[in-house]
């Protein structure tokens, strides 16, 4: 079995937020700001995967996603 690859953004800014988007996995508009450390940023509402641009290739591998080149 593999483990279905979450939903994910990468993103270039360090402040990020998240609604949801539409339907049923939508959530009051949150924002978060991405770990410096490790990259990125999980929403405590629908587990979206916020991964900033130059942390891209090293987190989403760790995800399950493939890279784009
Ligand atoms: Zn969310």
Do not use: N, Q
Not at 11 to 16: D, G, L, N
Not at 25 to 31: A, T
Not at 44 to 54: A, I, Q, R, T, W
């Amino acid at each position: 079995m593999s483990v279905p690859v979450p939903e994910y953004e990468v993103v270039t800014t360090w402040r990020v937020h998240c609604d949801g988007g539409e339907g049923a996995l939508g959530h009051p508009r949150v924002y978060y700001s991405v770990d410096r450390d490790d990259g990125h940023v999980e929403c405590g509402y629908c587990d979206k995967l916020f991964v900033h641009d130059s942390f891209a290739a090293e987190v989403l591998p760790k995800f399950g996603i493939a890279v784009k080149s």
